[in-house]
């Protein structure tokens, strides 16, 4: 991959050290860095690099060339050895997305009463980073009580205390010559220091394979060759997916809850589970997210005039339209919860689709209302038809033909079979009431018709009769 020069925000101070004091945690400034610097991309992850090691190594030096960051550096000539790194720092960086952070260096004279930050500071990377670099002069390679090794020693066992992700752990050889030793001895070398720290732990296994990829990197002098310094810089970055190693897709707007969340635990001297802590600010991002996605939905006048206005839809558009708006909802929510515990993302995901079903069934019913309204006005008509060509009309059979009528016009149905159901029920019920009322209706016309008619006509033969009757009598019969 060819390498493309980084761009980076300022630095900001993350955590605050003072002596005999809390450390603070500036939850504030590193949530305002990523607003002004993520605004585009809240739910892109980063990857969160980070570097510690002995005080005055060179570690500022390490990020600021590697990253383009502005980090603080040492000038000897006017500050001697004191450590110019202090509590930790953060900057945001471009091409390639990363968080990265400064560490105080260990070690330092400064605050030999309170080594403890020092613990409490490399736990915090080791806990946060995806990748963190190990920074190490190469004259410590070898001697098991150098600057860097006891720190190296504690944060590799701490970490088998806490429940945390894999991390990438790159130690950072510094001042490295060639003409001196070549990278295989002090590699080796390196190698079996690490063996003997993870000998000490008492589950080896764990310790060496479960939690850390290690690898080296040798740097030269910076002072003496600057330019194969920053070459060696570049060529790390460029390589393929090293930036990539995410071991939880945090996205970038839930870093600073999580980092607050695990130093608040560090400080409380806890014991860290960063899967859980991950799985508590998913289940509160889901929520907002589901939360945000229904309250834009209701807020929007074309979909409040769609489920509250008209009547003239037909419930099968009706349902087509609200899928639509599911399919666009629901893909929006699924991408801003994408690197978020699967488990909860898919609970919200139900209960948001439950949400926009149940607002919209109002909508639902309604159209579903008009259909049967237009339907049963026109089954009367159609039923008054049939009952007037044949008033003995299989009147269960009716009631099937205009039922079955209904029945495709609902034909389809999904999210509201439920409410389609209940409503066909209503309607054949309806059905058998309104054909009996006809035939009643049409019997009763048919009867008040016909006895009219009989009427006259007895009245007629009475009348005959009683003609026939003095005719009788006249004729003396």
């Known amino acids: 991959m ?4 980084p761009l980076a925000s300022p630095v900001i101070q993350m955590v605050k050290r003072v002596q005999g004091k809390e450390k603070d945690f500036y939850t504030s400034g590193i949530k305002k860095l990523i607003h002004d610097h993520c605004s585009n991309d809240y739910n892109v992850p980063y990857t969160v690099v980070s570097i510690i090691g002995a005080q005055s190594s060179g570690k500022s030096t390490l990020m600021n060339t590697m990253f383009k ?6 000038n000897q000539e006017t ?5 110019t790194t202090e509590g930790i720092w953060a900057a945001v960086c ?7 952070l400064d560490i105080e260096g260990a070690d330092g004279q400064e605050h030999q009463d309170d080594a403890g930050f020092e613990n409490q500071a490399a736990l915090f990377a080791l806990s946060i980073s995806d990748v963190i670099f190990f920074n190490i002069n190469v004259q410590d390679i070898g001697r098991m009580h150098g600057a860097s090794i006891p720190l190296l020693r504690t944060i590799f066992q701490e970490r088998l205390n806490h429940n945390m992700h894999r991390t990438e752990v790159v130690i950072a050889v510094r001042d490295y010559n060639h003409k ?3 990278e295989s001895f002090l590699r080796q070398q390196l190698l079996s220091q690490l063996k003997t720290i993870f000998d000490e732990s008492t589950n080896k296994e764990k310790m060496s394979t479960k939690y850390y990829d290690t690898s080296v990197e040798f ?16 060529d790390i970055i460029a390589q393929p997916g090293f930036l990539k190693k995410r071991q939880q897709n945090w996205p970038v707007d839930e870093f600073p809850n999580l980092a607050e969340e695990l130093w608040k635990r560090i400080l409380q001297n806890e014991k860290l589970n960063m899967p859980s802590y991950w799985v508590l600010l998913s289940r509160e991002r889901c929520e907002a997210v589901m939360n945000k996605k229904l309250l834009s939905l ?9 489920t509250e206005g008209s009547l003239t839809i037909s419930p099968i558009d009706f349902e087509a339209a609200v899928k639509r708006i599911l399919q666009t909802i629901l893909h929006e929510y699924s991408d801003a919860t994408k690197y978020c515990d699967e488990g909860h993302a898919n609970k919200m995901e139900d209960n948001l689709r439950t949400q926009i079903i149940r607002d919209a069934a109002p909508g639902f019913m309604r159209a579903l209302d008009n259909l049967v309204y237009v339907f049963l006005t026109n089954a009367q008509e159609e039923i008054e038809k049939c009952m007037k060509r044949n008033l003995f009309e299989d009147m269960d059979g009716v009631v099937t033909k205009q039922s079955m009528n209904f029945r495709h016009q609902i034909q389809g149905l999904e999210l509201y079979d439920d409410i389609a159901r209940e ?3 209503e309607v054949e019920q309806n059905l058998r009431v309104l054909t009996r009322q006809i035939r009643n209706s049409c019997v009763m016309n048919f009867v008040g018709r016909y006895a009219k008619k009989f009427l006259v006509m007895a009245g007629h033969l009475i009348s005959i009769g009683v003609t026939l009757g003095g005719a009788i009598v006249q004729l003396g019969i």
């Open 2 to 5: 060819a390498y493309q020069t």
């Open 69 to 74: 960051t502005e980090f603080q550096m040492l």
């Open 79 to 83: 500050q001697g050895r004191r450590a």
């Open 94 to 100: 471009k091409g390639p997305n990363a968080i990265v």
């Open 180 to 182: 001196k030793a070549s």
């Open 219 to 234: 740097f030269p002098h910076f002072d003496y060759d600057e330019r194969a310094f920053q070459k060696k810089c570049q």
């Open 298 to 306: 209701q807020a929007n006048d074309h979909y409040k005039s769609f």
């Open 423 to 425: 409503c066909l029920q």
